[in-house]
């Protein structure tokens, strides 16, 4: 078992869609919790970033961290085209900056 | 802001060459660290530098190896390249360990 599961997808999603995509893992070690867009060609750009249980909301993005259930998501309301791209989840402890990534979602947002 | 600027953007190699890969972190970013990402494996990490110093180090041969500068600017480096090594190496940098890492583009180096 994978110490961070995220599905893969493909996701396809008309325009102004409500996208829910989510992690999960085994370490309960992890105290910071983070989901970073990466579009093609392009390095991971950091979107939100977390500490331990709890929702954070920055603009269209709502980030929400389970740690009893060791389960996050990530929330993107009113969903546009560019939009589309691979969504990571990644997450650390908190005396350890190596951080773990999820497989990534790869986003199709349809206009 | 200029933000991570990992050089060169390409690169082709055969079996057996080594390289080295350069990566300047954000200005007034003191941890740089480098990760490989590939279709198999997704993004994995290599290793963690601050103020100079190798703090962290990810699940990888000796033959993957790595500095940092008195700039904060780093290097990795590969000897013997194999097959296997083709990939797109990342640099990450952030203020201090522990803190919000912002990435790089990436390298992306082929092996022949």
């Known amino acids: 078992q994978k110490e961070v599961e995220q599905d893969p997808g493909p996701l396809s999603v008309p325009e102004g869609a409500i996208v829910s995509l989510n992690c999960t893992y085994s370490?309960?070690?992890?105290?910071?919790f983070m989901w970073y867009r990466q579009y093609s060609r392009k390095g991971p750009e950091l979107l939100m970033y977390t500490y331990s249980s709890g929702n954070k909301e920055d603009g269209r993005f709502t980030a929400q961290v389970d740690k009893s259930s060791k389960y996050i998501s990530l929330f993107i309301r009113d969903s546009q085209p560019s939009d589309s791209a691979t969504y990571l989840c990644a997450m650390r402890s908190s005396d350890n900056n190596d951080m773990r990534f999820g497989a990534g979602t790869r986003l199709t947002v349809k206009p | 802001k200029a933000g991570v600027t990992q050089t060169p953007r390409y690169l082709i190699k055969t079996r057996g060459q080594q390289v080295t890969l350069s990566c300047s972190p954000i200005?007034?970013?003191?941890?740089v660290s480098w990760y490989q990402q590939t279709p198999g494996q997704g993004l994995q990490f290599l290793f963690e530098y601050f103020s100079e110093t190798q703090r962290n180090k990810g699940n990888f041969p000796g033959r993957f190896s790595g500095r940092q500068f008195s700039n904060s600017r780093s290097e990795m480096n590969v000897s013997t390249l194999e097959l296997g090594d083709s990939a797109l190496y990342l640099c990450?940098?952030?203020?201090?360990?522990?803190?919000?890492?912002?990435f790089g583009d990436g390298t992306r180096l082929s092996i022949l």
């Open positions: 990450a940098s952030s203020v201090g360990p522990n803190q919000p890492q912002h």
């Open positions: 370490n309960s070690a992890f105290q910071y």
């Open positions: 200005s007034g970013h003191r941890s």
